[in-house]
């Protein structure tokens, strides 16, 4: 099992930055994927960044040159710093912890982004 514990959310103004953490705990072990993914109301969760433990990166078209995704060399923190913000990033965002056969999800963070 692997626990993750999401922080970071809250309202801000369009233009503004966010920053997300989230912790993972548990069973940890290399080769995985770390990432969030995001559901806005009446939506489907959509992906929004992911990076794997090597390092490479997977982008939203929709937040490329807004977002960034890091985590750190012990594979169990992924951050998510989020800048010029739209009130179309307002949405629940959920952390991510896969490997081959598993995934888990975090109780997720509310972001609303006003306009």
């Known amino acids: 099992q692997v626990q993750l514990v999401e922080s970071g959310g809250g309202l801000v103004q369009a233009g503004g930055s966010l920053r997300l953490s989230c912790v993972a705990s548990?069973?940890?072990?290399?080769?995985?994927?770390m990432g969030w993914f995001r559901q806005a109301p009446g939506k489907q969760r959509e992906l929004v960044a992911i990076i794997s433990s090597g390092g490479v990166t997977q982008y939203a078209d929709s937040v490329k040159g807004r977002f960034t995704i890091s985590r750190d060399n012990a594979e169990t923190t992924v951050n998510l710093q989020m800048s010029s913000l739209k009130p179309e990033d307002t949405a629940v965002y959920y952390c991510t912890w896969r490997t081959v056969g598993n995934t888990y999800w975090g109780q997720g963070t509310q972001v609303t982004v006003s306009s």
């Open positions: 548990g069973n940890i072990f290399s080769g995985n994927v």
